[in-house]
């Protein structure tokens, strides 16, 4: 598979980009974990999305555990992660409502955590996850900043920013912005409608599209969906 570069500013990645936004429960086990990033390696999809709430805080601690063992070379891999939700798990008692934080100690954690977990010194593209209202924007910046000047992260992203939430957070940055991830499918074409797909064209980047098969249900053959 022909690999693409995600904006101008890099990186490349391929095409398709695997994420584990929908494991949880019994689907996750190390085993097949490795079957299914292997697959992905042979189909030519390097590229692997996660967060650090995915699969109940745990997804990321499985994948690390198959680049521990070397059954695959992270030198082949492109890894997105992502932070900045909190959300209620039994293994996180200390919350208690799902909430936005994109403060400094929270994000400068939350990549360190992803670091250890993930077994790998740096994040290919960290990507900011929605946007705490009530965050001070220019510390929000500046620990971007400083975690890119580190080495730990090489690429800022964001998810589900509208066009004004892009363009304010871009202001305070000096790093360029190399994707916003949104929901686009042909059950959810909203982004196509409310400028970001347009902006994100702009500014000479490609979307990264999640859920393009609508969580299944345009898969679905059983059900009727009307468009």
Not at 5 to 30: C, H, M
Not at 40 to 49: H, P, S
Not at 50 to 78: M, P, Q, W
């Amino acid at each position: 598979m022909e690999k693409i570069y995600l904006s101008d500013s890099g990186p490349k990645v391929s095409p398709a980009v695997y994420g584990f936004y929908d494991w949880s429960g019994k689907d996750l086990t190390e085993e097949k974990m490795e079957s299914i990033v292997n697959l992905c390696l042979d189909l030519g999809i390097n590229t692997f999305d996660h967060a650090d709430t995915y699969g109940g805080y745990a997804c990321e601690e499985l994948f690390g555990n198959i680049i521990r063992r070397k059954s695959v070379k992270r030198e082949d891999l492109v890894l997105f992660t992502k932070a900045g939700v909190n959300l209620p798990h039994p293994s996180r008692p200390d919350i208690r409502i799902k909430h936005y934080d994109t403060s400094r100690e929270h994000i400068t954690n939350s990549v360190e955590n992803s670091l250890r977990k993930l077994n790998t010194d740096y994040i290919d593209v960290f990507l900011l996850n929605q946007l705490d209202p009530l965050s001070n924007l220019e510390e929000t910046a500046v620990t971007l900043e400083r975690l890119k000047e580190s080495g730990k992260i090489r690429n800022i992203g964001v998810v589900n920013f509208s066009v004004f939430q892009h363009q304010l957070l871009s202001s305070f940055l000096r790093s360029p912005i190399v994707t916003n991830h949104i929901e686009l499918n042909l059950l959810n074409t909203s982004a196509l409608d409310n400028g970001q797909v347009d902006y994100i064209k702009q500014k000479y980047m490609r979307p990264l599209a999640t859920s393009p098969l609508a969580g299944g249900r345009i898969a679905d053959s059983n059900e009727k969906i009307p468009l």
